[in-house]
């Protein structure tokens, strides 16, 4: 069979797919198909339904597209079955049922933006990073039971150098993931859809990854400065790590601040409390557990992201408040 033959189904929400969806298009598969989460309420009332990035890029290039509420729900089985698919490919997606996965003759396969099976769940890059991880890549299995379990098909590694933020990490993994997604499809092609696979190690499971909440995004000060310092680019720029700016003073209400880079300097704060704010020459430290951080970019509620020596021309002696 050739690739034009091969009758995909792609399913995907997040701008990370579409890397994935582009590539399978530009380079002529059969994409007979597209599902994605349903358009998302935004804006003050919720009045405005903004669709997802795979919808759009969709809709774009003539695609027709399925947004299902239930994935069981019978009259969107209907509509899958009737695009005849050969094959299913799904990136950052939800979890299926079987009667969607076991649907193609070839079955469903994943890319997954991580090593697995380390960091199953659903934010695999953004804890790679936090957890200080000098080695990420992306992972295509097939789809079972359970979440991000899986035959491994094949593997892509990425390095993630030092200073990288999860953006950096992000769109390296999303070109990388595009270009092993059609190498898979090419492989299920080649063996006529008996591609070669392997079971997962569970022992090899040494992290997950599950979704990321807003108090997930919440800096604890008493870590070492490298944890803190991980954690910051793990999370930036989005969602953002946050904190709260406390007055030393217990009357004065404590203000969110968002932190998106950090530096580390090796200078010892041990003996003084943590989140302790001092400023030198225009810029701005923390203490933590065991040296002061510096904190590089910033965003004050209700203000835009600055560097921490703009924030200082209007932040009064510092020294007066906590980083908690």
């Known amino acids: 069979m050739e690739k034009k033959n091969l009758r995909i189904v792609f399913m995907g929400t ?104 380390d960091y199953r769940g659903a934010a695999p890059i953004n804890w790679a990073v936090i957890n200080g991880e000098t080695l990420t890549g992306v992972t295509t299995f097939f789809l079972d039971h359970d979440i991000d379990t899986g035959r491994i098909i094949a593997q892509r590694q990425f390095p993630i150098p030092d200073d990288a933020d999860v953006e950096y990490v992000y769109d390296g993994l999303m070109q990388l993931g595009a270009q092993l997604c059609t190498d898979t499809v090419d492989l299920v092609l080649s063996t006529d859809g008996n591609a070669p696979s392997q079971p997962q190690k569970d022992s090899e499971a040494h992290h997950a990854a599950p979704k990321i909440f807003k108090e997930t995004c919440a800096i604890d000060f008493s870590l070492t400065a ?40 090796g200078e010892s704060s041990v003996g003084v409390e943590v989140g302790t704010l001092k400023a030198e020459n225009r810029r701005l430290f923390v203490a933590t557990a065991d040296e002061w951080l510096e904190i590089l970019e910033l965003q004050p509620a209700g203000k835009k992201r600055m560097a921490a020596r703009d924030y200082l021309n209007g932040f009064q002696h510092p020294e007066h408040f906590l980083l908690k």
């Open 14 to 117: 997040p701008e990370f797919a579409v890397g994935s969806l582009q590539r399978l298009v530009e380079n002529g598969y059969n994409v007979v198909a597209v599902v994605t989460q349903p358009d998302k309420p935004v804006g003050r009332h919720g009045s405005v339904l903004r669709p997802s990035p795979v919808k759009e890029y969709a809709l774009a290039h003539g695609l027709p597209v399925l947004q299902p509420l239930k994935m069981k729900d019978e009259q969107f089985l209907e509509q899958l079955r009737s695009y005849n698919a050969d094959l299913q490919v799904v990136v950052a997606f939800r979890m299926l049922p079987e009667v969607v996965w076991a649907m193609p003759r070839f079955g469903t396969f994943n890319v997954h933006a991580a090593l697995l099976p």
């Open 226 to 265: 490298k944890r803190i310092y991980d954690f910051v680019r793990g999370l930036s720029p989005v969602p953002g790590a946050w904190c709260l700016l406390t007055p030393r003073d217990a009357n004065a209400p404590a203000q969110v601040l968002k932190v998106y880079k950090t530096a580390k300097t």
